[in-house]
């Protein structure tokens, strides 16, 4: 079916505009349009679409729900006209996310000018024209009041109960779940270059954040005792539709702009997703009888707000948090090994055995301690583990020095990271009591064989001036001089191997 395979691609909706099927009708779409530009710049304008049974003989009927001030819109009813763009419909060349760009195209300047009176619903509007500033002034009331709270959550579901709204959303909840996490897992290769302007996408996702962060709160409002079944289901039902946008935009990433910036963007959906699709759980149980709805909706309005602070707007900006997420599990890992360590010293010089468990949940009477060998082992390790960890933190430093770094050079950058923490945990791990000699070897030497892997990068000529292994742990010079930098690395990569040779193994 032409409409639903129209969903499908992310290049046939415009930018700034996200479109879902009605719960009631399939042959029912209904949108909302974020105005990045021109005289309705800042609007947000909801709209629907509406298929005759004989689509797609005959167009689609476009609604605004927003009282738009628009040459195009009738006042009378936010009826949409298709001309001069699409008229006379032709069922064979003109599909609908044709009629979608034509709705984008229609607010801006240029189509505008082009517009002739017979073509206009709202001839006052299209008389404006002649005055700029006259025009201007009505459409930039027209972006006030989109945004207004009547403007943004009037909305009705006749058809529907309370448990039906709710059964709703958190089906939406799961399906746009499931969607999310096999984009993440194998992204979808059919959205053309360029497609969405990465900006506008952003600024869009912390619009929907916001929506969505409104309508939740409302459904806190619209459930409190006596329980107001009208509110209730429009604020469930407006808070489904948002879901199923924010899902549209997190995937409305464009490719080119980067891989670890598109599974930020997923990441934060998904999180926000799961915290409404919590709440609408506990309504669905005996959360109403309580307060427990209200903490849940308060945990909604933490994971929105974490998320319109901390949400990265560039590639390097996502792959920079995620390095520095990853430097801090390796400093944990380190500590824990250091830790365990220190434990197990003190066991062994303790005689008495209270068969009390440990802060790491070895029972004295039941688990073996680590051995005098295996001490002495872990201990022979750590310097391996502490190079390695200031390794990975000056390496971050560099390549955000490096402007020149494509977002694909720098997704495949931080894929090093990602692996090394993998090792370095696996390692760890592997200190642990009772050891095997043949697995802590091979677990340390895929670490080395990980650094090995970017050694070649720092191969280069001599350099200006000398760097002792003490001074690996701080910058190598407040000049920033690339032969400095790249010396400094190199005497790393030296200390790396030396400290991997006199564990022995």
């Known amino acids: 079916m032409e409409r639903s395979a129209a969903l499908r691609h992310l290049s046939h909706c415009p930018t700034g505009m996200y479109i879902t099927p009605s719960p009631e009708s399939l042959l029912v779409w209904t949108g909302v349009f974020f105005v990045h530009k021109g005289y309705y710049a800042s609007s947000v304008l909801r709209f629907a679409l509406t298929f005759p049974p004989n689509y797609p003989e005959k167009p689609p009927i476009v609604n605004f729900a927003t009282d738009v001030f628009h040459p195009l819109v009738s006042q009378q009813d936010g009826l949409f006209s298709l001309s001069p763009r699409l008229t006379p419909w032709r069922p064979r060349e003109h599909h609908v996310f044709d009629v979608l760009y034509w709705i984008k195209s229609a607010f801006k300047k240029h189509a505008l000018d082009q517009l002739t009176e017979k073509d206009c619903l709202n001839k006052e509007a299209f008389r404006h024209r002649e005055s700029v500033a006259s025009f201007a002034a009505l459409a930039l009331q027209t972006s006030g009041l989109s945004q207004s709270p009547s403007a943004l959550y009037d909305r009705d579901h006749p058809h529907m109960g309370v448990p039906d709204a709710l059964i709703l959303c958190k089906t939406v909840c799961a399906h746009s779940l499931n969607t999310l996490l096999q984009q993440s897992k194998s992204p979808s290769s059919s959205q053309p270059p360029g497609s969405h302007e990465l900006s506008a996408v952003h600024s869009d996702f912390v619009a929907l954040l916001t929506l969505v962060y409104s309508h939740v709160t409302r459904v806190g409002i619209s459930f409190k005792p006596p329980i107001s079944s009208d509110a209730a289901i429009k604020t469930v039902g407006d808070t489904s539709n948002e879901i199923s946008r924010l899902t549209s935009c997190a995937l409305a990433v464009p ?174 791990s592997s200190l642990m009591p009772t050891q095997e000699e043949d697995a802590i070897k091979a677990e340390m030497h895929t670490i080395v064989d990980l650094v090995h892997s970017i050694k070649g990068e720092f191969d280069v000529e001599s350099v200006t001036r000398d760097l002792g292994a003490s001074a690996l742990g701080e910058a190598p010079g407040s000049s920033g001089d690339t032969l400095t930098s790249r010396k400094w690395f190199q005497i790393c990569f030296e200390q790396i191997d030396k400290a991997a040779r006199n564990t022995g193994l």
Not at 257 to 275: D, M, N, P, Y
Not at 343 to 359: F, H, I, P, R, T
Not at 362 to 386: H, V
């Open 255 to 428: 490719v080119p702009a980067g891989r670890t910036l598109r599974k930020e963007f997923i990441w934060a959906a998904q999180e926000v997703i799961e915290s409404v699709q919590g709440l609408v759980t506990g309504l669905l149980g005996n959360d109403a009888e309580t307060d427990e709805y209200l903490r849940k909706v308060g945990s909604v309005h933490e994971v929105i707000e974490k998320t319109k602070t901390s949400l990265p707007a560039t590639n390097r900006a996502a792959v920079e948090k995620l390095w520095n997420s990853n430097s801090e599990s390796l400093d944990d890992a380190l500590r824990e090994c250091q830790e365990t360590v220190d434990q197990a010293v003190l066991k062994n010089g303790d005689d008495s055995d209270s068969g009390e468990s440990d802060d790491f949940g070895w029972d004295d009477g039941e688990q073996a301690r680590m051995s005098i060998e295996e001490i002495e082992r872990a201990n022979n390790i750590y310097p391996f583990l502490k190079l390695t960890t200031v390794l990975h933190r000056r390496l971050i430093k560099h390549y955000s020095s490096l402007v020149d770094l494509s977002n694909a050079e720098l997704d495949n950058k931080l894929m090093f990271s990602t692996n090394l923490v993998a090792g370095f945990d696996d390692l760890v």
